[in-house]
């Protein structure tokens, strides 16, 4: 029996064959060479691929340059906006733009990452709101202020209508319209 010599039953055999796996055991060693094979294949080249697709492109580098530019201070003491600094003596200009640019080119950093590598190498002073500053709660006391306003003139507001909805009718004197409309005939 050809089955026998296998050490194989016929139920082994259906089941082998219905989930694709082997019948003979030299082929198992061949699936797990392929398999380790296309494992390191992946391993090595999906970084590759990841590395390249992650590079920033130079029009991004230089909107990203500017967006960030635009929102730090140059720290020579003229306290103009580090790309527009007009001082001409002005070191502390050059070195911040070649750190920025050099920072924009980093695929690693988003512009978050970039003002905080900005304000650890020159201070604090480098931007234009700083991290530790009042305004961020002083901003969000006067917005929940400012929609509890507008909320309570709101309310005021429609419990006007349902005031005025809630009077009764006021009835006119006959009299008093007769004297009313002769006045108004005298006027014309």
Not at 58 to 72: C, I, K, M, S, T
Not at 98 to 119: C, S
Not at 135 to 152: D, K, N, R, T
Request: one cysteine or more; hydrophobic letters at 45%.
């Amino acid at each position: 029996m050809a089955i026998a010599d296998f050490g194989l039953r016929i139920s082994d055999w259906r089941f082998r064959a219905a989930t694709g796996m082997c019948l003979r055991p030299k082929c198992r060693v061949q699936n797990a060479k392929w398999a380790a094979l296309l494992f390191v294949l992946f391993a090595v080249c999906a970084p590759v691929g990841w590395a390249q697709s992650t590079d920033r492109s130079p029009a991004e580098a230089e909107r990203l340059y500017h967006e960030v530019g635009d929102q730090l201070f140059c720290i020579c003491g003229c306290r103009e906006n580090l790309l527009t600094c007009s001082h001409n003596t002005c070191s502390a200009k050059d070195e911040e733009r070649a750190y920025l640019r050099e920072l924009t080119q980093n695929p690693k950093f988003d512009a978050a990452a970039i003002k905080q590598g900005m304000a650890d190498r020159f201070g604090n002073e480098v931007l234009q709101v700083q991290q530790a500053s009042s305004l961020y709660p002083i901003l969000a006391f006067s917005g929940i202020v400012l929609v509890a306003a507008f909320g309570a003139g709101f309310w005021v507001i429609t419990r006007r209508e349902e005031t005025k909805a809630e009077q009764p009718e006021v009835t006119i004197d006959p009299e008093m319209e007769a004297r009313i409309a002769n006045e108004l005939k005298e006027l014309d």
